[in-house]
């Protein structure tokens, strides 16, 4: 069958903004999910929060809901528990889903419900024109922190490890195949995936020079089941290293399974 994933709506971010690599990323992520059957395309539903963002529902010619500021993911596990055979994936920003969803991040997590979290990682309210958030580094100076923040931001992979996630990785939104890949395996994951996109926002928080310095991919020999090298791993760019690829992904019984068996 022949996939068209894209709509007639006029892309309206930044030009150059990384939101367009993902998108592309996501695309072509489902065309080949669809074409080696691991998904059919009227199964999969899109869900989208408020934020840059969130317009990326407009620009998929696919089953989409967007939702309240920061409430995707109770939409999200509702929808799964009514149809357990729905592939849920969901957009969402550090702000959306790290400051004001943060408690609902965190119970899907604990649940393991089986859905599939995508964060636009850009350290920045960006759509509100450059408010410090959640992710923001200490010090980071934004029109509501103009002497620069005087909080340490979260470890996002952190939280959700601690929460109990089931799959948890981090990839970079200018690295169009490794950003496919991984969005690839977090979809094939049965249990509660998410993915930290870094997404550097090029009009309030560039951090394009930054990243190209620190990033690095995992080896192919990095022990995906064991929670504590995770944890450990993830924390390692407080050494000024920041390393993408999966940290965690184990088998465990959903919360989906667990509610209808
Ligand atoms: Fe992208 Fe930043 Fe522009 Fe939003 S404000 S569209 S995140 S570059």
Redesign the pocket.
Known sequence: MELNLGTKIKI???P????SQILVAFRRAVTELVSEEKIKIENLVAFAGI???GKISDYLNINSFTSLHGRLIPAMTGAKCANPELTIVGFSGDGDSLDEGVEHLIHSAKRNSDINIFI?D?R?F??T??QADALSPKGFKSKSTPFGSIEEPFNPLLLVLSAGATFVARTYAGDFDGTKRIMQEAVKHKGFSFVDII???????DTRDYFKEKIYWLGEDFPTNDLKVAMEKVQEKNNEKVPLGIFYNIDKPTFEEELYK
């Open positions: 309206t971010w930044c150059g903004c990384p939101n934020g840059c963002h636009h850009n920045v960006a759509l024109t450059g997404q550097p926002c090029l009009t309030f928080f």
